[in-house]
Structure formats: structure tokens, C-alpha cells
């Protein structure tokens, strides 16, 4: 179903801790809001071909969001490993503003559920959404559902396999 590599608990976390310093030094080089996107995805498979082209659909739905609000983007870093694909943006707006339109493209993009578009401020601290996300498989909160581990992660992969074969029409 879900097949690629797999990350460890301590892949992650290296990745983590260096996605953090990205960002500090973003925000350090600019004094600016930085967006941090990365895939919303369950388990130890993190990245493959179908979460990479849904990857670059909202790389690119984020730029035209930021372009049609004439929202300057000062620099930008990609990074591709196994424990994810990621894109972070040093923009010249509000965080605020960032948020609330980053908020729309996660709740308005058909697969935006699986978008983790995250702000943070010149100060280093990330905003909080407005309202907690639905579950992939209820729809009730994801937060209960995670901490009571009320789905399996392969119940969540087989989810999100589902949602990409039906959006990008592949069986």
C-alpha cells in the first residue's frame, strides 16, 4: 500500500531539531514571518511518489496564494528525505495574515487535510490554528483520535493511499 523508506523515531527527530534551525536562521536573516510546509503523514513511510506530487500542488497553491496577495517571499529552502519533503519561506507579510491564508489553502484544497502549513512569527513562536482538524477516518478531532490511538497507522495509510488514488484518478 504505503511503500518507500522507512524512518526511525530518531530520524525524525534529527530532522526535527534541524528543521527548527532552518527556520531560526530564516527568521534571524530576514526579521520576517517563515512558513513551514510539510505533508501531514502517519507512520514510517513519510515520503512517495503520490505524497511527493501532492507535495509540489501545495508548494505550488502557497506561492499563488502569497503572490496574489502580493506577499514578497525573501528566500526559500526545499528539503527532500526520507522522513519527508519539506518547503519553508521566509514572506514579508504578518504572521497573522500568513496564517489565515495558509489556514484557507489546508481547509479549502481537496487533499488539504494532509497539508501541515505552519507559521511562525519574527519572534520564533508558531501560531495556533484556529480550530482543531478533523480525522481522516471519523472526522471527529484528530487530536482525541491520536492520543487515544483510536485508528491504526495502517488504517490511516490505507486512508490516505484512498484519498490520492481517488484525487489523482489511479486505482
Same mark, same amino acid.
Given at each position: 500500500?504505503? &511503500?518507500? &523508506?522507512?524512518?526511525?523515531? =530518531?530520524?525524525?527527530?534529527? !530532522?526535527?531539531?534541524?528543521?527548527?534551525?532552518?527556520?531560526?536562521?530564516?527568521?534571524?536573516?530576514?526579521?520576517?514571518? +517563515?512558513? &513551514?510546509?510539510?505533508?501531514?503523514?502517519?507512520?514510517?513511510?513519510?515520503?512517495? *511518489?503520490?505524497?511527493?506530487?501532492?507535495?509540489?500542488?501545495?508548494?505550488?497553491?502557497?506561492?499563488? +496564494?502569497?503572490?496574489?496577495?502580493?506577499?514578497? +517571499?525573501?528566500?526559500?529552502?526545499? +528539503?527532500?528525505?526520507?522522513?519527508?519533503? =519539506?518547503?519553508?519561506?521566509?514572506?514579508?507579510?504578518?504572521?497573522?495574515?500568513?496564517?489565515?491564508?495558509?489556514?484557507?489553502?489546508?481547509? &479549502?484544497?481537496?487533499?488539504?487535510?494532509?497539508?501541515?502549513?505552519?507559521?511562525?512569527?519574527?519572534?520564533?513562536?508558531?501560531?495556533?490554528? *484556529?480550530?482543531?482538524?478533523?480525522?481522516?477516518?471519523?472526522?471527529?478531532?484528530?487530536?482525541?483520535?491520536?492520543?487515544? !490511538?483510536?485508528?491504526?497507522?495502517?488504517?490511516?495509510?490505507? !486512508?490516505?493511499?484512498?484519498?490520492?488514488?481517488?484525487?489523482?484518478?489511479?486505482?
Amino acid at each position: 500500500m504505503m &511503500s518507500g &523508506s522507512h524512518v526511525t523515531m =530518531e530520524d525524525m527527530m534529527k !530532522r526535527r531539531e534541524k528543521r527548527a534551525a532552518e527556520q531560526q536562521m530564516l527568521i534571524e536573516k530576514y526579521h520576517a514571518a +517563515v512558513i &513551514s510546509f510539510c505533508m501531514n503523514i502517519p507512520g514510517p513511510v513519510k515520503t512517495t *511518489p503520490e505524497i511527493l506530487r501532492l507535495f509540489q500542488d501545495g508548494k505550488k497553491e502557497i506561492l499563488l +496564494v502569497l503572490r496574489m496577495n502580493c506577499c514578497p +517571499v525573501l528566500e526559500e529552502l526545499e +528539503v527532500h528525505e526520507i522522513t519527508g519533503d =519539506e518547503y519553508m519561506l521566509s514572506v514579508d507579510q504578518k504572521a497573522a495574515v500568513l496564517k489565515e491564508t495558509m489556514v484557507a489553502i489546508e481547509e &479549502s484544497h481537496p487533499l488539504g487535510r494532509l497539508f501541515d502549513i505552519d507559521i511562525i512569527d519574527r519572534d520564533g513562536k508558531k501560531l495556533s490554528r *484556529p480550530a482543531y482538524r478533523k480525522c481522516l477516518i471519523c472526522g471527529k478531532q484528530a487530536q482525541d483520535c491520536a492520543r487515544s !490511538r483510536t485508528h491504526t497507522v495502517e488504517e490511516m495509510q490505507a !486512508r490516505i493511499y484512498e484519498m490520492l488514488s481517488e484525487y489523482y484518478g489511479k486505482t
